[in-house]
């Protein structure tokens, strides 16, 4: 007989559990978000997580796995469709956990789990910073150049412009 796992759990029987997080699965793909206890919420988010990446897999085999839990075809479905396809480019972190105000009925510490829908953009961010920074190193150096020649242009013409009115200064004084 396999030993039960360590701590306590969120229903009376493990087979209880299962299909509470199930359930609780389903609901999260079809609305996007659902309220729920805190500890439910965490329990729920590695389940939902592995499930994601099963489906951004897209292989017969995955779909069979995440079949396994949830039993509702469309909601596989809108799974392997949408939610996949929004998640391309997350690496993880495909949930979220807001902590809500407790409970009305009996003070239990209550949490949004959603979905996170909001692209990746941490890592072109980066990218983007650095490839305006190189291009501001390559371009300074020109600036510099270009600012160099500008402050000597005005003084080359002042110089040329002094000249005449000095040579014009002493041919008035030789007179």
């Known amino acids: 007989m396999p030993t039960p796992k360590k701590g306590p759990r969120l229903a009376s029987s493990p087979a209880h559990e299962r299909l509470m997080l199930a359930n609780m699965a389903t609901s999260l793909f079809q609305n996007g978000q659902i309220t729920t ?20 897999r897209g292989d017969l085999h995955s779909r069979r796995r995440v079949m396994r839990v949830i039993r ?3 909601v ?12 391309e480019q997350r690496e993880g ?20 789990i959603e979905l996170v829908t909001e692209p990746v953009a941490k890592k072109a961010v980066v990218k983007e910073a650095e490839a305006a920074t190189k291009v501001a190193e390559e371009e300074a150096p ?19 412009a002094e000249a005449p009115a000095e040579e014009a200064a002493e041919a008035e004084k030789a007179e």
């Open 142 to 160: 020109a600036v510099e150049t270009e600012a160099a020649e500008a402050a000597e242009a005005p003084v080359e013409e002042t110089a040329a």
């Open 93 to 112: 972190g495909y949930t979220r956990i807001v902590k809500i105000a407790p409970r009305v009925g009996d003070n239990a510490p209550a949490a949004i």
């Open 72 to 74: 509702n075809k469309s």
């Open 37 to 56: 206890t805190l500890p439910k919420a965490k329990r729920l988010r590695p389940l939902a997580e592995r499930l994601i990446t099963f489906a951004k």
């Open 76 to 87: 596989v479905h809108i799974l392997f469709t949408q939610i996949a396809e929004q998640m």
